[in-house]
């Protein structure tokens, strides 16, 4: 065995960290898919908005879940599981500013604290916010984010450990247009326009199906949010909004990657909960990489159609394109198709680098850090494109691998599934950041592998 990864994170190891694979088995069963870890975590935040408790459903028993539920709480905010399994009851009746060190504690941990901004704004007339973590994929600016709560009148006050913001005033109404159609400034614009005094009119919006079903999370709550073509949203402020009863979307990315396992390991799986609607683009690509599928009711059954499996170009991009998330599974799965395929990651500026472990597995992956001129440049878009070229078939072995992040990581375990051989795949904690009962998932799909640190 070597040793390889793309080793940037720094996480100390705990407990069910580690595991051994072996690999050469397809993954053949079914998993459940519950609600996205995109929208859950989302709407947990829009609770503080509300004047009586709100009831999410289908909540994924993830860390990001548990980083915002802590998060609620030191804001004063009541937690409980509701009587449905999977179900949370979030209180805001006791709401209040929460301490430095309290919230300092949670440096580092997720992304999602950035949202808290407009509804502690609208509470309390300030907020801190501590630095963020998530995975390290690029930069990772807040640049949207801060620019359209000055806009809304916020005064935002950079600190060596994070960001205080106020608003004596209260928050108005705004027009803003956003540079990029950020995921994370359109709900941060959302979350602080439905209390805010007067329209908000935002341009460039990102529409994936979270923000869609985040909007329909708001309008239950009292909100008044319409949209129309081109990416333009407009939210109309209201003095009071109430607490709402939903149902998570289900998680579209963890359908993905199960899709991709299949392909890769040559299995089957059933992925209950998955819908069409949200996966059109995947299932698109999905079928023209030599998969089949077929959707139920209750979810869709994902195999190979083709081995090998053929070639594709594709390229990342805001909904409804194919989504950034979705590209590491397929990239496994592509080292088995016959010929050259291109992916081009358009979204993020750093996340390419955990092909590297995939090569010293075996793959061939040629990433162009500056993407590729000529035919593959579809779209001369942004400057961060990179360009991985996948030829294969090529036979994967295993090695010792160290998780990069929540998708890399991903992969890495469906190489090492799909790989001749053992494989030690360390960090694998940062994986269960975002995928639920994984190791659960895992043995139910008859995967060989011990956990062993
Ligand atoms: N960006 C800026 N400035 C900003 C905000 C974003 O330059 O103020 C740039 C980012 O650096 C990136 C691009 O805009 O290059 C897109 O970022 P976006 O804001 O859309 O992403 P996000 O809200 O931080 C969410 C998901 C990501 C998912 C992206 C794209 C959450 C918690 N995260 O991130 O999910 O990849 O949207 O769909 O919702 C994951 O699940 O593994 C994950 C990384």
Redesign the pocket.
Known sequence: MTLVGNAQSTTPAVSGDVLEIRGGRPLTGQVDVKGA??LA??AMVASLLGETPSTLRDVPEIR?VEVVRSLLEVHGVAVSEGEEPGSLILDPAGAKSAGFEEIDAHAGS???PILFCGPLLHLLGQAFIPDLG??R???????????ALRKFGAIVDKQPNGIRLSAPEGLHGANIEL?????????QVLLTAVRAKGVTELRNA?I?P?IMDLIGVLQKMGAIISYEPNRVIFIEGVDELHGYDHRSLFDR?EAASWACAALATDGEIFVKGARQYEMLTFLNVFRKVGGSFDITDDGIYFRRAATPLKPVTVETD??PGF???WQQPLIVALTQAEGTSVVHET???NRLGFTHALNQMGADIVVHPEGLEGEYRRVPR?E?EQAAVITGPTPLTGAEIVVP???GGYAYVIAALAAEGTSRVSNVGIIRR?YEKFFDKLEALGADFDVVG
């Open positions: 870890k995109n975590t989302k990001d997720s992304r999602i998530g995975c994929i690029g930069d990772r600016p807040i640049d949207f984010h801060l620019e540079p990029y159609p950020s995921v994370g400034a359109t709900e990102a994936e979270e990315n805001v909904h989504m950034t998330d979204v993020y500026e942004r961060l992040d929540l998708r975002g």
